[in-house]
């Protein structure tokens, strides 16, 4: 089992889906399990405040974070995302119990490195942070046109709401890299001077694949 977590618009599933075809492994992505988890929330009831209360404002189509997402302090972004995430990492640890046994690669953010690292072992933990300015590339690529056209939309300044969460996104991807590193994790920056096939091999060498 390998675990591939780190700032959202890292390159983290490209670098998973090139490990994972080389070395013959199976892939879960978080975020194509991101409706199921949510579904079970708010069917179970599950204890998971933080996420209860995302899904309840969702669905009530209200602001899923409590304010504007233009006017949301960066801190207070940061520390509900990690809040969150510890919450859905139950989650998905429960999906991947739920997988058949095989040679497997986990990527997404919920995979927060200081989580996985009481799973696994430190070659088994890679963390990718990206640079501000290739994740901003990466957010606004035509490939994600409903993360950029629908996520701000409801906001009453969406140009000011998509500026103020990429700025919040930075926090948590500088917090993240200073804390894996802090930590000795695995941590890899990707500022798009690396294509993905060197980056692959670094993340690939280090698992020891």
């Given at each position: 089992?390998?675990?591939?977590?780190?700032?959202?618009?890292?390159?983290?599933?490209t670098?998973?889906?090139?490990?994972?075809a080389?070395?013959?492994?199976?892939i879960?992505?978080c975020?194509?399990?991101?409706?199921?988890r949510?579904?079970?929330?708010?069917?179970?009831?599950?204890?998971?405040?933080?996420?209860?209360?995302?899904?309840a404002?969702?669905?009530?189509?209200?602001?899923?974070l409590?304010?504007?997402?233009?006017d949301i302090?960066?801190?207070?972004?940061?520390?509900?995302?990690?809040?969150?995430?510890?919450?859905?990492?139950s989650?998905?640890l429960d999906?991947?119990?739920?997988?058949?046994?095989?040679?497997?690669?986990?990527?997404?953010?919920?995979?927060?490195p200081?989580?996985?690292?009481?799973?696994?072992?430190?070659?088994r933990?890679?963390?990718?942070?990206?640079?501000?300015?290739?994740?901003?590339?990466?957010y606004m690529?035509?490939?994600?046109?409903?993360?950029?056209?629908?996520?701000?939309?409801?906001?009453?300044?969406?140009?000011?709401?998509?500026?103020n969460?990429?700025?919040?996104?930075?926090?948590?991807?500088?917090?993240?890299?200073?804390?894996?590193?802090?930590?000795?994790?695995?941590v890899?920056?990707?500022?798009?001077s690396?294509?993905a096939?060197?980056?692959?091999?670094?993340?690939?060498?280090?698992?020891?694949l």
């Open positions: 089992m390998y675990w591939i977590g780190g700032s959202g618009c890292a390159g983290k599933s670098i998973t889906k090139k490990i994972a080389q070395f013959n492994l199976a879960y992505h975020d194509d399990h991101l409706k199921g949510h579904a079970r929330v708010e069917s179970e009831q599950l204890p998971l405040p933080i996420m209860n209360t995302f899904v404002n969702r669905n009530a189509g209200t602001k899923m409590g304010e504007d997402q233009a302090g960066h801190d207070k972004y940061m520390a509900m995302c990690f809040a969150y995430w510890q919450e859905e990492f989650l998905v999906d991947l119990r739920a997988m058949p046994a095989q040679p497997l690669i986990a990527e997404g953010v919920p995979i927060v200081w989580l996985a690292r009481k799973l696994a072992p430190r070659s933990v890679a963390t990718l942070v990206g640079y501000d300015a290739f994740r901003r590339k990466t690529s035509p490939d994600r046109p409903e993360i950029v056209l629908n996520r701000f939309k409801t906001s009453y300044d969406p140009e000011r709401a998509l500026e969460i990429l700025q919040a996104n930075l926090l948590i991807a500088q917090t993240l890299f200073r804390c894996a590193q802090m930590r000795d994790f695995f890899v920056e990707v500022d798009g690396a294509d096939d060197s980056i692959a091999r670094t993340v690939a060498t280090h698992f020891g």
